[in-house]
């Protein structure tokens, strides 16, 4: 018996030591298994965390665009107001020109009477303070007669021949210009020197 039971016993141990390899070669793999899926864990943080900083970054340049866009967008508003403010009589001033066209040529008729020369003092009165407040919103009559013709401000509507003068003078002013502050409301009509 103590042959059989020694026969055992060596069974016993190789089940053992066969068990116990196994143990061992499932841990091993649990470990690497376990190693695995940590350095997975972390490939997926590291992925994640690239994602979410590029997501930030294009959320950043976003923002700067549209910051940019509301800046230049406020910048216009702002001069777009100035410009309404500048030229806020424009519209009005040019509806008045022909009036103060009336005015001037009523002022070249030749009066005699003494009826006739009040009713002339009061137009010219009226003309005069009219004149003024145009000026006070900015309108100035564009000289002509004498410069240099500027097709800006000027419009050529005939040439004459005068041998004094140079070529491109202005030698007549046929309708008068004027310009509210730096923009032309309506040209000079005027004859250039050929």
Same mark, same amino acid.
């Given at each position: 018996?103590?042959?059989?039971? &020694?026969?055992?016993? =060596?069974?016993?141990q190789q /089940?053992? *030591?066969?068990?116990?390899? !196994?143990?061992?070669n499932?841990?091993? #793999? ?5 190693n695995?899926v940590e350095l997975?864990a972390?490939?997926k943080?590291s992925a994640e965390?690239a994602?979410?900083? $590029?997501?930030?970054?294009? !959320? &950043?340049?976003?923002f700067?665009r %549209? ?6 967008l ?6 777009d107001?100035e $410009?309404?403010?500048?030229?806020? @009589?424009q519209?009005l001033l040019?509806? %008045?020109?022909?009036? /103060?066209?009336?005015? &001037?040529? #009523? ?8 009826? $006739? *020369? #009040?009713l002339?003092k ?7 303070t009219? /004149?003024? @407040?145009?000026k006070?919103?900015? %309108?100035e009559?564009?000289?002509a007669?004498? =410069?240099?013709f500027d097709?800006t401000?000027?419009q050529a509507?005939?040439?004459? #021949?005068d041998?004094?003068?140079?070529s491109g /003078?202005v030698?007549?002013?046929? *309708?008068k210009?004027?310009?509210l ?13 050929e």
């Amino acid at each position: 018996m103590s042959e059989t039971t &020694e026969n055992k016993e =060596q069974q016993e141990q190789q /089940i053992s *030591q066969t068990t116990e390899t !196994e143990l061992n070669n499932e841990n091993n #793999a649990q470990d690497e298994q376990t190693n695995e899926v940590e350095l997975t864990a972390e490939e997926k943080l590291s992925a994640e965390v690239a994602e979410l900083k $590029a997501k930030l970054e294009e !959320e &950043e340049n976003r923002f700067l665009r %549209l910051r940019a866009d509301f800046d230049n967008l406020r910048r216009r508003t702002q001069l777009d107001r100035e $410009a309404a403010e500048k030229y806020r @009589a424009q519209k009005l001033l040019t509806d %008045l020109l022909p009036v /103060i066209d009336n005015f &001037e040529r #009523a002022l070249q008729v030749e009066v005699s009477s003494d009826d $006739a *020369q #009040a009713l002339y003092k009061g137009i010219e009165m009226v003309y005069k303070t009219f /004149i003024e @407040a145009t000026k006070q919103e900015g %309108l100035e009559v564009i000289p002509a007669e004498g =410069q240099v013709f500027d097709p800006t401000v000027h419009q050529a509507v005939m040439q004459e #021949a005068d041998s004094e003068k140079e070529s491109g /003078i202005v030698l007549r002013e046929l *309708q008068k210009g004027y310009k509210l502050k730096d923009r032309v409301l309506r040209p000079s009509m005027v004859s250039v020197n050929e």
